[in-house]
Every structure is written in C-alpha cells, then in structure tokens.
C-alpha cells in the first residue's frame, strides 16, 4: 500500500484543516480491508496517535483524548480515501501528520504505531497566530 496524505498548511489558534490521505493498494486487495489511522510528531517529540478507524467506516472510530470533540477520522472506501477533520486547532496541535494502514490490526492495538506497517511521508500542520 502507497499512502500520500495532503492537506496541511498554517492555520490561527481556533481554525480548522482536512486532511486526506489517498491509499494506492495491490490488485487484489481492497482499501476497505484495511484500518487507517493518523498520527502527528511535534519537534522534538515521539510520534504519538492520533485517530484511527475501523474497515466499516461506521463502525468503530478511536481518539487520542487530546483531539476528542475537535478531530473527527472518516473515511470514503470508494475513493481509497481516509480523512481528519481537525477543528478548534491549537498550537499544540503543531505537528507532521502522517496517515497509516494496516491489515491486520485490531481492536485492542488501533493505537498503536507498531501494529501499521504502511506509512505515508506526512503533512505539515501549523496552528499560529
């Protein structure tokens, strides 16, 4: 799987972003079969998760508690598509976003980063006045 996320840019204190991230998947192989997720890495920090769904886009979502009620993850199986709605943005919400998959994943390690092996090369997100 090839991933190319977009969307990022500089935003003020309060202002929203979408992120997409466009999967390119193997014949034979759906999108839908595979978790999504997004995680960030601020300067100087470990890359920490950030949201992730489930293959059924209405069936199960999971958030960082630092983005719950301000990001929303949803994704768009006929598109090969997975997005993240960020509102009510903050300057600690500065950070590179990068967009995962994983085949494999379930329930109980949605949140961790070991558990997606396809990474996209990530946008930039910068939340200043």
């Known amino acids: 799987v090839q991933l190319q996320a977009s969307g990022g840019g500089l935003v003020q204190p309060g202002g929203s972003l979408r992120l997409s991230c466009v999967a390119s998947v193997a014949s034979g192989r759906a999108f839908s079969t595979y978790v999504m997720a997004w995680f960030r890495q601020a300067p100087g920090k470990e890359r920490e998760f950030v949201a992730s769904?489930?293959?059924?886009?209405?069936?199960?979502?999971y958030y960082n508690d630092s983005v719950k009620g301000r990001f929303t993850i949803s994704r768009d199986n006929a598109k090969d598509t997975v997005y993240l709605q960020m509102n009510s943005l903050k300057p600690e919400d500065t950070a590179v976003y990068s967009c995962a998959a994983g085949a494999s994943v379930i329930v109980s390690s949605m949140n961790r980063e070991d558990a997606y092996p396809y990474w996209g090369q990530g946008t930039q997100v910068t939340v200043s006045s």
């Open positions: 769904i489930s293959r059924r886009a209405s069936s199960y979502t």
